[in-house]
């Protein structure tokens, strides 16, 4: 009797469980009832276990029913039987069905049924049941079983295709499930766990995600099978969890049991095709119909599905398809019409109908009209079920693109050519470039339709791709999976002889036409039988029986088998030599006992733990564990490569072997290379059994019992505070010499890449404990951190606030784990941080402008302006991810600080923290570019971070990617996503790589991708973009030139770096309308041609516009090519806006500054304020800017965002103004929005001002030294000494004419009666002209609230009149040459000149209550210097003001 599962029970039977029915098998009885019900429930792995076992692989087989477990009888039971357990429990393959006591007594009921399997049954369910012929089974007669995979890390599964023998990689660790990067993946990866799974033979290992991406945790990376282990976890991998790679990676596997065909239970009978006719199920091993109560195009789309025909059609009217069997299994079927399958839908149970004869359901499914699909084919391949994939096209044939292409899309092809299931999706025209159209590209098919062109696509033609990208398929009616059968015959051994495969039954060879050591190579890797020695022909092994099924290979040698090469089979004619291949390989002697072939350790966790077995005479055997110690573990870790020895059990510790005993007694010193030269008894002489086989516990597994170093106080478990384990203690390392060849030690033996930094002085937190280590020093060579130099442990002179840290590269973050939400834009938000596949916000507890500064760095928006706290961007959702973070302010990712230990905080969202960078004001397009392609829509893709650009590696490169690059730069969709730097090599860092968006991201940088500037690519491998939007491609900058003012005038553009005209040809109000759009100068008022605003110079640089009115920009406007017309400089179009005769300005502040005359530029456009770039700002654009607030004439024009950072959108660049123009409108203004700046250029602006700052000094020894005082509302007052320092003495020295400041004197007091004071907390920058310039924190009349006055000492000002004294010194020598008549002249003379240089110094008349006397301040005169040329620009302005 089959034993199906049982259907969903009836909406109209009650209680609720499955009730199955075994119609027709009445007769059989209670038992036979009650073996259809152990069926029914048995028809899914969670009601089986095994019990009582060690591990869940192993123990007493039970099964359930109505809630209550039952044991199995052993009547009949054996290894077939146990086999199908195991596989059904994911527990790999059965080792054996023991019988006696084994796992106890099971406590409950019996079941009264025996099971007979094959033993190639997907579940139990699928055996035979039949009642025991001796009565009943008592306790003690439970069935048994031992599977392979017992320990956790042994189970392994393959998913996401439909067949448990073909996926995607999992593997079970640490109670989650996870994948496998496919990294170094082969096929003797795929080997290991297709003889895990028991499904045969290895076929194909595809990696980049061809079975879909999975999510969770990596947990494997860089495996490296030998091909011989029993599990996966066996193998040579990189520490669970740490890898370098994302879901688009993962590995894959098919194995030759999925190509198996599955026992139809479903077809659709006496129609025409295959997808159309009367619905039929199989069950209890008889063919029904099923009923037509109820059925509806939600039954029939489940049908259609599950048949891989496409869609259900509408019910044909009148169609007939025949009378029908006699038995009805199935009525009342109610799907939802997402179920998987037929049996999955609520139907009542089996047999149960009311359906009168000839009432049967009916299909007919897309899959049906074939005339409808478009023909496919598989071509240059090995058959016609092999091959690159060609469709049927508008009357041609033409390639499939493989962007995108994965089994699910191979597996519609080989379904539509009836070439069974698929082995391969080889993608990069692995069977050779086609020719003519590219028809598809993106396909995307789900795997149940009935045809390629049935699959989601772009449409036909529309592509990015080149012929190298064709895509192929080969399915297994191919008949390449034979390949997968070779033997080696008539050699001396397993490992040499003629090369044989097994097809249609029988051994034939392969033809020696071209064969040769690639050949042979691959087939020696392909049996594990090392490299090839020689490639031998049929003079060697003979020709046996003279078949030849393989007419010609064709290998590069750097295949993992056969099947991958090129082949011409079966049976062929056209072997010339008639000749039989052979090989011979290195293995096929005895492997060398001091390689680490001739060695390894099996049944554990890791490769570098387990039983211990050696390879002579062809055959692994065991080593016994007399004398067994430490010091022989230390040689086999060291042969292998495993690190230390952590321990050396014996006593089977990883389970018996089998086969021989090879050596006993093995007495090693410890210090020998390999076990070979340790003393041992003769081989296979000891006196033991395989319960005394000897196992060795090695560093390198990372099981050892205790870790011996980790990191701490980190984000992750590469970056923190460095401990070690010493003396059953742990304890920190003291950070004297502590440097990066140290941490890169740590870091690779964490398996955690490369050292990013060493941070000292307790970066992640004291520690507590002993402090093991100090005065470090390895030479970053060292492979363990424990062989570098060191002072004796726990010695030292260090206290924990001196604890080493480190910061490795697996611990870094990508900017796709951070984000700035709910803020004006990407650049300033709400901190949320992605952590376990959720994301949560960090509490602002600790948090400022150190934290803020590494959100910005991370995500490439520069410096951080803000750090706000109390959900400032308003409350987050979910968990609070980080509390309490303290970062330097130096880490290049937020995971690189310290903090709390994830999702720990005392916080709620009302403590959110936010950042706000400088970047903020800026668009996104900031942070990508397109360059070295024909315009700015294409080209190579270049990335902003660290203040650098940097190109994007083409690692996992496609269309998504490229369609995020688009829109950030608003370029349209992605056209193309070309790779190996088709747009020429960056010369920059590559700052991404293995970039993988959705492509719903706002900005490259929110995709997920290595960190930053980690990547193993050259600059061969830079991805570029080709977006669609060509008419946006190029901003053109225009002007209106020789008119009025700004918005009438003749059109010139820029092109080419050069300004240029546009001919009048059919130049009208349409073109004129974008002109005065792109400029904001209202609608267009007059189109003009002829040259109405005089002739221009230079190129012509556009004729022929054809604009719409609607575009933004001239450049979207048809056109000739740019410099190409055939008109002269009389044709030059014009424009009139309607703005041209409108008084209205453009509105003009000045922010930031001390008061409304000094600031930061803005001006107002489309009702929001923005900033100027200061390219070419100069002193004639800040008169015109002084002139139009009314603050007299310019003083200065700092720049680089003297007065900070705008957060506003920057509206202009490059601004000329003549200085004659009275409003800011009459300047020559570029493009609005249109710039090549950021905020770190802001331009600002210092003007006189109605009331200017005039500076004195008082009570000094001189005009140049004394208390400072400014003149406000006609009154003299003193400058508070808050904050004053030899700064801002600098300035007022300058703009007393007086030489460098000397001192900053404070001290002196302020008036008496007066006590008030300007300009408290005066902060200058020392290069201002004007004390005007300078930041102040009060800038009214007020309290001094230190209380006393600021004074300066400067050197005697340049080009002061020469001493008298010194003069009358002259005099009185010419005096006693001349007489005295002359010398009464000379000194009416020198008086003259002493009272004019008293009246070029005047003095205040009143005097102050107090004497200005600083303490230690020496007034130094300088020697005389000729004067310096005046500031001439200045100078000319000032003339100008002054001119009626």
Same mark, same amino acid.
């Given at each position: ?13 009650? /209680? ?77 393959? %059965? ?6 006591? *084994? ?19 997907? @579940? ?23 599977? @392979? ?6 189970? +392994? ?94 590995? /894959? ?25 009367? +619905? ?16 509806? $195009? ?80 598989? &071509? ?49 025209? *692995? ?41 192929? &398929? ?93 082949? $011409? ?304 961007? /308003? ?44 970047? %903020? ?19 190579? +893709?270049? &990335? ?57 991201? $706002? ?116 056109? *000739? ?6 008109? *002269? ?21 000045? %922010? ?17 304020? /923005? ?8 002193? $004639? ?264």
């Amino acid at each position: 009797m089959g034993m199906l599962g049982c259907l969903h029970p009836s909406p109209s039977r009650l /209680g609720g469980r499955n009730q199955p029915s075994c119609g027709g098998a009445k007769s059989a009885g209670t038992l036979l009832l009650m073996a259809c019900l152990w069926a029914s429930e048995m028809s899914v792995a969670t009601k089986l276990r095994l019990a009582n076992g060690s591990t869940h692989c192993e123990g007493r087989v039970e099964v359930t029913h109505n809630g209550t477990w039952a044991a199995l009888c052993d009547e009949g039971w054996g290894l077939a039987e146990a086999r199908v357990v195991c596989r059904q429990l994911g527990c790999g393959r %059965a080792l054996s069905a023991p019988g006696g006591f *084994h796992f106890g007594q099971g406590p409950g009921q019996m079941w009264p049924d025996s099971v007979s399997c094959v033993g190639t049954e997907t @579940a139990l369910s699928a055996c035979k049941a039949k009642p025991r012929g001796n009565g009943t089974c008592h306790h003690g007669r439970e069935a048994r079983v031992v599977c @392979a995979g017992n320990s956790e890390g042994d189970q +392994v599964r393959l998913v996401n295709y439909g067949s448990r023998c073909a996926g995607r990689v999992e593997v079970f660790h640490n109670k989650k499930w996870g994948t496998v990067c496919d990294d170094n993946w082969d096929l003797l990866d795929a080997e290991v766990v297709c003889r895990q799974l028991d499904c045969g033979r290895a076929l194909s290992a595809p990696g980049g995600g061809q079975f879909g991406r999975g999510d969770g945790i990596i947990w494997m990376d860089e495996t490296n099978c030998t091909g011989m282990e029993s599990t996966l976890s066996a193998c040579r991998a990189r520490p669970w969890g740490i890898n370098n790679c994302y879901h688009g990676e993962d590995a /894959g596997v098919v194995c030759s049991d999925s190509i198996i065909p599955e026992p139809a239970h479903l077809q659709l009978a006496n129609g025409s095709h295959r997808c159309a006719g009367r +619905v039929e199920v199989l069950h209890q091993e008889e063919w029904g119909a099923v009923c037509d109560h109820g059925w509806d $195009k939600q039954d029939a789309e489940v049908v259609c599905r599950q048949l891989g025909c496409g869609t259900a059609l509408p019910a044909l009217e009148g169609a007939d398809f025949g009378t029908g069997p006699r038995r009805i299994w199935l009525d009342n079927m109610n799907c939802q019409g997402t179920e998987p399958a037929l049996t999955k839908c609520r139907a009542s149970p089996w047999g149960e109908s009311s359906c009168s004869h000839g009432k049967h359901a009916s299909v007919v499914c897309s899959g049906s009209a074939v005339s409808t699909f478009a023909p496919v084919r598989l &071509v240059d391949g090995p058959g016609r079920c092999a091959g690159r994939v060609e469709v049927f096209h508008n009357e041609k044939w033409g390639t499939v693109c493989d962007d995108s292409w994965d089994f699910m899309d191979a597996k519609v092809v080989c379904r539509q050519l009836d070439c069974g299931t698929v082995v391969m999706a080889p993608r990069r025209a *692995h069977f050779g470039q086609g020719q003519g159209p590219i028809w598809l590209d993106d396909v995307r098919c789900m795997g149940t339709e009935a045809a390629l062109s049935e699959c989601r696509a772009k449409g036909w033609g529309v592509h990015g791709c080149e012929h190298g990208e064709d895509a192929g &398929v080969v399915c297994s009616g191919s008949g390449i999976s034979d390949l997968g059968s070779l033997r080696l015959v008539n050699g001396s051994d397993l490992c040499s002889g003629k090369v044989e495969v097994f097809h249609d039954q029988r051994w034939g060879g392969i033809c020696t036409d071209g064969w040769d050591l690639a050949e042979a190579h691959v087939v020696c890797r392909q049996l594990g039988c090392g490299a090839a020695h020689s490639a031998a022909g049929s003079a060697w092994f003979g020709t046996g029986d003279g078949l030849i099924w393989v007419d010609a290979v064709e290998c590069t040698g750097t295949e993992g088998a056969l099947f991958e090469c090129k082949v $011409k089979f079966w049976g062929a004619e056209s072997c010339k030599s008639r000749g039989h291949a052979g090989v011979s390989c290195s293995a096929s002697a005895d492997l060398d006992p001091g390689s680490s072939e001739a060695l390894r350790l099996v049944s554990g966790p890791h490769r570098c733990a387990g039983r211990v077995e050696v390879f002579h005479n062809q055959q692994w055997g065991t080593i016994c564990d007399d004398s067994w110690d430490l010091n022989d573990a230390a040689v086999v870790c060291r042969q292998l490569g495993c690190g230390t020895a952590m321990s050396a059990p014996g006593l089977s510790g990883f389970g018996q072997g089998s086969g021989p005993i090879w050596l006993d007694g093995v007495s090693c010193l410890g210090t020998e290379a390999t076990l070979a030269e340790c003393p041992v008894k003769p081989w296979g002489h000891h006196t033991c059994n395989h319960v005394e086989d000897a196992s060795v516990v090695c560093s390198g597994s990372g099981i050892a019992s205790i870790p011996r170093l980790r990191l701490v106080g980190g984000l992750s478990e590469c970056a923190g505070r460095v401990e070690v384990f010493y003396n059953n203690k742990w304890g920190t390392v003291c950070d004297d010499s502590w440097d990066l060849r140290d941490a890169a030690v740590v870091c690779r033996q964490l398996g955690c890449g490369v050292a990013l930094s060493a941070p000292s002085s307790a970066r992640f937190g004291w520690g507590a404990g002993p402090i093991w280590l100090d005065d470090v020093s390895c030479t970053g060579e060292e492979t363990d951190f424990s062989k570098c130099q060191a002072k004796m442990w726990g010695i030292h002179n260090c206290h924990h606030g001196e604890d080493a840290g480190v910061v490795c590269a697996a611990g870094n973050s990508s900017s796709a784990d951070l984000q700035l939400v709910d803020g004006p834009h990407r650049c300033a938000g709400r901190v949320e941080v992605l952590h376990a596949g959720q994301w949560g916000t960090v509490c602002d507890d600790g948090w400022d402008l150190n934290d803020a500064a590494v959100v910005c760095r991370q995500l490439g928006c520069g410096r951080a302006e803000a750090a706000p706290g109390r959900a400032r961007f /308003g409350r987050g959702m979910g968990r609070i991810w980080l509390d309490d973070v303290a970062c330097a302010g130096s880490e290049d990712a937020l995971a690189q600080c310290r903090a709390h230990p994830w999702g720990q905080s005392n916080c709620n969202h009302g403590e959110d923290a936010s950042v706000v960078c400088s970047d %903020a004001g800026a668009t996104n397009t900031s942070t990508v570019r397109l360059v070295d392609g024909p315009h700015r829509c294409a080209g190579r +893709v270049e &990335v902003f971070h660290n203040q650098q650009w940097g190109t994007v590696c083409d690692n996992g490169w496609d269309l998504s990617d490229a369609a995020v690059v688009c829109w950030q730069l608003g370029c349209g969709v992605a056209v193309a996503a070309p790779a190996g730097a088709s747009f020429g090599r960056g010369l920059d860092p590559i700052w991404l790589d293995r970039v993988a968006c959705v492509g719903g991201e $706002k900005a490259l940088v929110q995709c997920r991708a290595r960190p930053w500037g980690i990547n193993s690519c050259t600059h061969e491998e830079d991805a570029g973009v080709v977006c669609s939007d060509l008419a946006r491609a190029e901003v053109a900058e225009v002007r209106l030139a020789e008119g009025p003012n700004r918005c009438a005038g003749r059109v010139e553009v820029l092109h080419a770096g050069q300004w240029g005209t546009v001919c009048d040809d059919s130049w009208d109000l349409n073109d004129a309308a974008v002109v005065c759009r792109q400029l904001g100068c209202g609608r267009a008022e007059a189109a003009h041609g002829r040259a109405y605003f005089g002739q221009g110079t230079g190129h012509i640089w556009l004729d022929d516009m054809s604009c719409t009115g609607s575009e933004d920009n001239l450049a979207q406007c048809q056109a *000739h090519p740019w410099g190409q017309s055939n008109c *002269h400089h009389g044709e030059d179009a014009g424009v009139v806006c309607s703005d041209a005769n409108v008084t209205k300005e453009v509105q003009v502040r000045l %922010a930031n500054g001390p008061n409304r005359c000094a600031g930061r530029v803005e001006v107002l456009h489309e009702q929001r304020w /923005g900033t100027i770039c200061d390219d070419s700002w100069d002193l $004639k654009d800040a008169k015109v800017v002084c002139q139009q607030l009314g603050c007299g004439t310019a003083v200065s024009v700092p720049d680089q965002a003297h007065f900070g950072h705008g957060l506003d959108p920057i509206w202009l660049d490059d601004v000329e103004c003549t200085g004659m123009e009275t409003t800011f409108s009459q300047c020559s203004l570029s493009s609005w929005g249109l710039h090549n700046c950021n905020h770190n250029e802001d331009a600002g602006v210092v003007c006189s001002g109605t009331d200017p700052l005039q500076v004195r000094v008082q009570d000094g020894p001189g005009p140049c030294a004394g208390r400072v005082e400014v003149l406000y509302n006609a009154t003299w007052h003193g400058v508070c000494g808050s904050r004053w320092s030899l700064l801002e003495a600098g300035v007022v020295c300058r703009q007393l004419g007086c030489g460098p400041a000397q001192s900053a004197p404070v001290g002196a007091q302020l008036r008496q009666g007066d006590g008030h004071a300007l300009l408290e907390g005066l902060s200058c920058r020392g290069t201002e002209s004007l004390l005007l310039e300078c930041q102040q924190r009060e800038t009214g009349l007020g309290p001094c609230t230190q209380g006393s006055a600021a004074g300066v000492v400067c050197t005697k000002p340049k080009g002061a009149t020469t001493s008298c004294s010194v003069l009358i010194a002259l005099l009185v020598l010419v005096m006693l040459l001349s007489g005295v008549l002359l010398w009464l002249n000379l000194k009416r003379r020198c008086m003259a000149a002493a009272q004019a240089g008293a009246r070029q110094h005047p003095g205040d008349q009143n005097t102050s209550a107090t004497s200005f006397r600083p303490v230690g301040a020496i007034y130094l005169p300088t020697k005389p210097e000729s004067p310096e040329d005046a500031d001439t620009e200045m100078t000319q302005l000032m003339k100008e003001d002054a001119a009626p």
